[in-house]
């Protein structure tokens, strides 16, 4: 029986151990998964790093190399570059949410009925440890009182068969053995009962609550590999459904590598560095041999300033070959003289185009605060009048100083005769100022690409000649589509206009925000309608409310 008791503690032992091994198992596994998370996470923000590195800047030179197909190239696959990394993000968070987390409670449970079984098993092998424990010992009073009551019996039949013995002596012998016999009999009762009930209980012991536990504990170590491998599956999956997004970065990278085109990009770089020189003529004949006469004919390749101080100087100088002139180290004038004609035209046209932006929006401004005041004169109890006049000031004294600066670089451009047919010469600006500062430009019709700079020229705008040609009046705006009046409105305050229902006007001004539109009847009826009042149609070819030509 011993031998029973020992295997089974025996292989309880082995099944401890090989089941906080798997418990064990599971949570490097697990251990596994979370560094794997970890690694994936770390990969992602490198990789978002490394996309954000080499972003361009804003108002930057890289940014302005956006122009090349290359470069746009270059920044499609960054941008795919980070939605790579992202999956990557939802990589570790599956990992994380699908495997490390469940896997994590999953130890718990385990832990809890691994311990619930064992105390099961032990609880039940105790039991039966006890029971047989009983048995012995009724056993050994059964034993015992066998023999006691033997040797009563034994007693009793030599008193009674000696002589000398008195009967009260003989009697009580006898009536010892009795009690003797008797208690050996309830002895053996009790053995008996005891006996058969351990039979039953190691009957159940072993052919029922054993293999019970056993059993339940073979079903948890089968559910515990079961979700090992389901989890295993799970990691292999997280990858696989990332798989379809990650194809699609990897293809847009391939579709911005193949949207390069060389032959587009090198245009752009002709475009941006014409420098719009005519080539040189030949080099004439120069015969030092008669008298020294130098002459430069007008191909000549140094320009008509460079030979005069070529002859001042006692030939010391001589002029240089316009492609490889050295711009002046400190030739960041304001007007680009320091360009060729080609990009100093583009330069001088971007910045018109920047000032009468500029314009734009102090002109709008203005017109608010107008609006603003003519409010606040209509009803004071929104606010005084007179605190709007020195904003209007300040706003009509900067709108005076861009024009100026504006009409500096038109003037410019007239002389230079750059003014391209969408020239800017026709915009909101007042009429020009007597007194204009002009671009070293205008004194250096061959482009003042030299070595060395002219200065700028105070020109006094006083005769009429000069007044007639480089005035610069206001135009009637051109019209930007039409409208239709859906509502009859009367134009009681300044600068609006009445409608009737019905009627067709042409919109020279879209709504900017304010609730108004600004309409025209003919050349001289023009002002604001409510933009609710009326219906518009736009000039698709238009490019905005204020286009000037």
Not at 108 to 117: C, G, V
Not at 213 to 236: D, L, N, P, S, Y
Not at 420 to 431: D, E, F, V, W
Not at 502 to 517: R, S
């Amino acid at each position: 029986m011993g031998l029973c008791w020992s295997y089974t503690e025996d292989q309880f032992e082995n099944l401890e151990k090989h089941t906080q091994w798997g418990i064990e198992f599971v949570e490097k596994y697990t251990k596994f998964v979370k560094e794997r998370s970890e690694i994936e996470l770390s990969y992602a923000k490198q990789i978002r790093n490394l996309s954000k590195k080499y972003q361009p800047k804003k108002n930057s030179k890289e940014e302005e190399e956006n122009k090349y197909s290359s470069c746009r190239a270059f920044l499609l696959t960054l941008n795919e570059l980070n939605d790579y990394a992202g999956q990557h993000e939802v990589i570790a968070e599956n990992l994380t949410s699908q495997i490390i987390a469940d896997l994590t409670r999953y130890i718990q449970e385990l832990k809890t009925e691994r311990k619930s079984h064992f105390h099961d098993g032990r609880k039940a092998q105790q039991h039966i440890e006890n029971s047989w424990k009983q048995l012995e010992s009724s056993k050994r009073r059964f034993e015992r009182d066998c023999k006691e009551a033997d040797r009563a019996q034994q007693y009793f039949e030599k008193m009674d068969a000696d002589i000398n013995v008195t009967k009260a002596d003989v009697e009580k012998a006898r009536q010892q053995a009795q009690m003797r016999h008797q208690m050996a009999a309830d002895s053996k009762n009790e053995y008996s009962a005891y006996l058969q009930k351990f039979n039953q209980e190691q009957n159940e012991h072993y052919y029922t609550h054993i293999p019970q536990i056993f059993q339940r504990i073979q079903e948890m170590e089968e559910r515990r590999i079961e979700k090992v491998g389901q989890c295993m599956r799970t990691f292999a999956e997280v990858d696989r459904q990332v798989l379809p997004i990650v194809g699609k970065c990897l293809d847009g990278m391939t579709k911005a590598a193949e949207s390069i085109e060389p032959k587009s990009d090198s245009k752009q770089v002709v475009e941006a560095y014409k420098s719009g020189f005519e080539p040189p003529g030949d080099v004439e004949f120069e015969d030092y041999g008669q008298a020294m006469k130098r002459t430069a004919s007008e191909s000549s390749l140094s320009n008509s300033r460079g030979d005069a101080k070529v002859e001042k100087s006692g030939n010391k100088s001589k002029g240089k070959l316009w492609p490889f002139m050295k711009k002046n180290k400190g030739s960041g004038s304001e007007d680009f003289s320091h360009l060729p004609p080609e990009q100093r035209r583009k330069k001088l046209q971007a910045k018109i185009d920047d000032l009468s932006k500029d314009i734009e929006k102090e002109m709008d401004k203005k017109d608010a605060l107008v609006k603003m005041k003519d409010v606040y004169v209509k009803n004071p109890n929104l606010g005084d009048p007179n605190s709007v006049d020195q904003r209007l000031a300040e706003t009509t004294q900067s709108i005076e100083k861009l024009q100026l600066e504006a009409q500096k670089f038109e003037v410019c451009l007239m002389f230079r005769g750059f003014l391209s047919s969408r020239g800017t010469g026709q915009t909101r600006h007042a009429t020009t100022p007597r007194s204009l500062k002009l671009p070293s430009c205008i004194n250096d019709p061959d482009g003042s690409y030299t070595e060395e700079q002219s200065a700028e020229t105070q020109v006094k705008a006083s005769t009429t000649e000069f007044d007639d040609e480089f005035d610069v009046e206001e135009e009637t705006m051109p019209a930007i589509g039409t409208c239709k009046a859906l509502y009859p409105f009367e134009g009681r305050n300044e600068g609006t206009i009445s409608v009737m229902e019905g009627e067709l006007l042409y919109v020279i001004e879209e709504d900017k925000g304010d609730g108004w539109t600004r309409v025209r009847r003919n050349e001289e009826e023009e002002g604001y309608v409510p933009t609710s009042y009326v219906e518009v149609f736009l000039d698709t070819n238009g490019k905005g409310a204020m286009t000037y030509i």
